[in-house]
């Protein structure tokens, strides 16, 4: 499957979610589209291990209002592009 990043989802896909995980980032292939968008070409089981890693994250970051931060937004926004149907 691919999926279509902007530049800083991709950056934060690399530097936080996946920064302790190169076993998983290894199994990754990653295209430059254009100036501000990377494909991420992977399979659908990987796809599910980002949706997972995404979901445990997520809790930790949303604000005292339960509104999520500018990190939770990108988490949600992975959870949801890294669906498989």
Not at 4 to 28: A, C, M, P, V
């Amino acid at each position: 499957m691919k999926v279509t990043l902007r530049k800083h989802e991709y950056n934060y896909l690399l530097n936080n979610l996946l920064k302790n995980n190169q076993e998983l980032l290894l199994k990754l292939k990653f295209e430059n589209i254009d100036t501000s968008s990377i494909s991420v070409h992977l399979d659908e089981n990987i796809a599910d291990e980002i949706r997972e890693l995404a979901s445990d994250e997520l809790p930790l970051h949303f604000d005292v209002n339960y509104v999520p931060t500018e990190e939770g937004l990108i988490l949600e926004l992975f959870i949801d592009k890294f669906f498989v149907e």
